[in-house]
């Protein structure tokens, strides 16, 4: 088995900045990909930011220059750091993992989820 819990989230007024972490643990050989989620109630789960295990970036357009993903493949931990943070990024926001377990299998892992409030 495999668990990711995040951590980080809260409220903060807008233009501030928060960061989230999430921290994989259990039988883990590898992570290959790790991304963020968020998803507003009543609209679909969004991708926010996604970090491969060498590094490699993408983010949606909504972040891009204002959230910055990075990982620690030793520690098996994942933090996105958000600035300038808006209204509109209120959201749960959930850590993703794509593992190969030490059993050899794949598995696609979701934290619990982590609510960040923007208030106005």
């Known amino acids: 088995q495999v668990q990711l819990v995040e951590s980080g989230g809260g409220l903060v007024q807008a233009g501030g900045s928060l960061s989230l972490s999430c921290a994989a643990s259990g039988s883990i050989f590898s992570i290959n990909v790790m991304d963020w989620y968020r998803q507003d109630p009543g609209k679909q789960r969004e991708l926010v930011a996604r970090i491969t295990s060498g590094g490699i970036t993408n983010y949606a357009d909504s972040v891009k220059g204002r959230f910055t993903i990075s990982r620690d493949n030793a520690k098996n931990t994942m933090h996105l750091l958000m600035n300038s943070l808006r209204p509109e990024d209120t959201a749960v926001y959930y850590c993703?993992?794509?593992?190969?377990?030490?059993?050899?299998?794949?598995?696609?892992?979701w934290g619990q989820g982590t609510l960040v409030t923007v208030s106005s």
């Open positions: 993703h993992a794509e593992v190969r377990t030490t059993g050899r299998t794949y598995l696609a892992v």
